[in-house]
């Protein structure tokens, strides 16, 4: 293997772990704001077929756009045992799978949180960090939010 190879491998490597990804708490804003509900709420003990519903696309969106642990994840959404997180992450691929409207649902909110991301940062510059936009008045609930409870 030649050293400029090697050299090209490394850079990769270095750029691909420099990828911005979105925070956790701004994929937590996003996905409050899009369901209608307060970040408050999603970290709250509400058991709340809507709620859990959101908390749940919350996590899954966590460890698929970070390098988060389900603990950490679980933690992040106000959950003290990891494993409603581990629920939580299959609950969504079964609906994924199961129902267009989630599948829908999750690509919006994967695209909204990566499309003003830059690819990859160049070499020696810090990543910047997200601050979500003030959300002012609550948003009204998403209008598919009555059909939560069908699942």
Known sequence: MSMTLVD????EIVET???R???????????AEYYGFTVEEIRG??????VTHARHMAVYLILDLTPTTIQEAS????????STSGHAKYAIQAKLETFPSVAAEYEYLRERLVRDLPEVIKKGEKAPTFSPKPSGERQPRHQDH???DVY
């Open 75 to 82: 933690r992040a959404v106000g959950r003290r045992d990891h």
């Open 21 to 31: 990804r979105p925070t956790i708490d701004h994929i937590i804003n996003t996905v």
């Open 17 to 19: 772990s420099n990828m």
């Open 146 to 148: 009555a059909t939560l």
């Open 8 to 11: 090209r491998a490394y850079d």
């Open 45 to 50: 003990p509400s058991l709340k077929n809507a």
